[in-house]
């Protein structure tokens, strides 16, 4: 896997978006980060995070840079391959948003770029947050890394001693990062006594 130099996270519409928000806090500075939120995120946060989406962003701003699309702004640089986004993440992953990838559909942004990753043969790594799934998003997962998509749903690895609400987060974007190939010391690793 070649080494990421631009870097798409796209936040959908299932619960865990500070999931999303996670990862983009987790990305070394060393990449350049583009983001993207959905609707559904936005509507779903207002559930979930004790601030708005907006505030929530806008303060991890401060610490690192990256440009914020919402998912209408279609003529974005994301919806085009030669604008040459090396992978793209999707965390949380609604199972909508899933079923739209697996098909090929793109009306929004986040499914765009996806499909930007399928069709340029970049990584593509999708978190659904689902449980338990269905029989018809198994077999769109199932379809999906057939492809070479990377399902990653969080799953939590006991062996990282997760103590937390934070280091559970941390483990699931070490994870990521790890599937992305982006080196990190986000979690503590599996190993024999």
Do not use: H
Request: net charge negative; glycine share 6%.
């Amino acid at each position: 896997m070649a080494e990421i130099k631009k870097l798409a996270i796209g936040i959908g519409g299932a619960s865990g978006v500070q999931l999303g928000l996670r990862l983009i806090e987790s990305v070394p500075d060393s990449i350049e980060l583009f983001v993207i939120i959905s609707e559904g995120a936005q509507n779903v946060a207002s559930s979930e995070l004790s601030e708005d989406i907006e505030v929530c962003l806008d303060k991890l701003r401060r610490k690192k840079d990256f440009r914020i699309y919402n998912e209408d702004e279609i003529d974005s640089p994301l919806a085009s391959g030669s604008f040459g986004i090396d992978a793209m993440a999707i965390v949380p992953t609604s199972m909508n948003l899933l079923a739209k990838i697996a098909s090929g559909l793109c009306d929004d942004l986040i499914s765009r770029c996806a499909l930007v990753m399928l069709k340029e043969k970049r990584t593509l790594l999708l978190a659904p947050r689902e449980m338990p799934f269905s029989p018809i998003s198994l077999e769109q997962m199932s379809k999906l890394s057939a492809l070479g998509v990377i399902v990653a749903p969080p799953c939590v690895g006991y062996y990282a001693k997760i103590k937390d609400l934070e280091s559970m987060e941390l483990f699931f974007a070490g994870k990521w990062l790890d599937a992305l190939n982006i080196k990190n010391a986000l979690y503590t690793r599996w190993k024999c006594e």
